[in-house]
C-alpha cells in the first residue's frame, strides 16, 4: 500500500465518521420540523411548542458563562440509557406531589432546547439535575421559590442544616451590598452584611434566577415523542 493510499484511507476513515457524527445531526437538528398532537391519541390538540418564560435567552447566557453545566445536568434520560423516569424529583413530578395530581415526568426531547444557542446538557451531576428545578422549587417552597433561590445563589451553605454539604460556589458576585437610605428594599435578601446595610440582587442575579424558575420540561409531549411513558401512577413514585 502506497502511502497516497494510505493518506486517502485515513481521511476517508474518519471524514465519514465526521460527517455522520457531526454534520449530518447538526443539520438535522438545527431546525426541527413541528410535531401535532395525534387525535385520538393524544389529549391535545394543534402543535406542539414547549413552553417558554422568564428571561430565558439572558439567563441561559449567565448559566453558560459561569460553567452551571460543569455540575449540573439538564436532561431527563428515557429507560434505555439510564432510567431517569423513575425518579419523582427529576423528570417533572410524581402525581403525588404535583398541584393538579397528574403524572408530568417525561424524557427531555430536542424541542426543550430550542431558542438556545447553547444545549445546557451538562457535562456531570455533580450536583443535581436542574431539568425541572423550577417546578420542584416551586413545588417545595410555593411563592418563596425566587427568594430560596437567591439566597442559594448568593451563600449556597447559608442553611447549614440543610445544605451544609453543598459544593456548589457562591455567586455573591451577583448581588450589591449596599447602606440602608430610607426604607430597606422590598429584593433585599434576608441575610444580615452589617447593620443599616442590605443585599440585594443585580441584573444577572434575576436574570439567572428568571431563567432557573423556568425549567419545567414537564409539557405533555405527542405521543410519537413519548418514547418511554410512565405507566400506572402509585408504583412508579419513588
Not at 46 to 52: D, M
Amino acid at each position: 500500500m502506497s502511502f497516497r493510499q494510505f493518506a486517502i484511507g485515513l481521511t476517508a476513515s474518519f471524514g465519514i465518521a465526521w460527517l455522520a457524527v457531526v454534520v449530518v445531526p447538526f443539520f438535522k437538528l438545527r431546525n426541527p420540523a413541528p410535531i401535532a398532537f395525534q387525535e385520538g391519541v393524544d389529549t391535545q390538540e394543534g402543535i406542539y411548542h414547549p413552553k417558554r418564560a422568564g428571561r430565558v435567552a439572558n439567563g441561559a447566557h449567565i448559566y453558560a458563562a459561569n460553567g452551571c453545566y460543569e455540575c449540573h445536568t439538564q436532561v431527563a434520560r428515557p429507560s434505555y440509557a439510564g432510567n431517569d423516569l423513575g425518579r419523582q424529583d427529576l423528570a417533572g413530578l410524581a402525581p403525588s406531589l404535583h398541584p393538579d395530581g397528574v403524572d408530568s415526568r417525561r424524557e427531555s426531547n430536542i424541542y426543550d432546547y430550542i431558542g438556545l444557542d447553547f444545549a445546557p446538557i451538562g457535562v456531570t451531576r455533580l450536583g443535581p439535575d436542574l431539568s425541572n428545578l423550577g417546578r420542584r422549587v416551586e413545588a417545595e417552597h410555593g411563592a418563596d421559590a425566587k427568594d430560596w433561590l437567591m439566597l442559594h445563589l448568593y451563600d449556597p451553605r447559608l442553611d447549614p442544616a440543610r445544605r451544609n454539604w453543598s459544593s456548589c460556589p457562591s455567586m455573591s458576585f451577583f448581588f450589591e451590598k449596599r447602606e440602608i437610605t430610607g426604607q430597606p428594599s422590598d429584593d433585599a435578601l434576608g441575610v444580615t452584611v452589617k447593620k443599616g446595610w442590605e443585599v440585594v440582587p443585580g441584573e444577572k442575579a434575576e436574570a439567572l434566577v428568571s431563567y432557573l424558575l423556568s425549567l419545567k420540561h414537564d409539557d405533555p409531549v405527542p405521543a410519537s415523542m413519548n418514547y418511554a411513558p410512565i405507566k400506572g401512577d402509585d408504583n412508579n413514585e419513588g
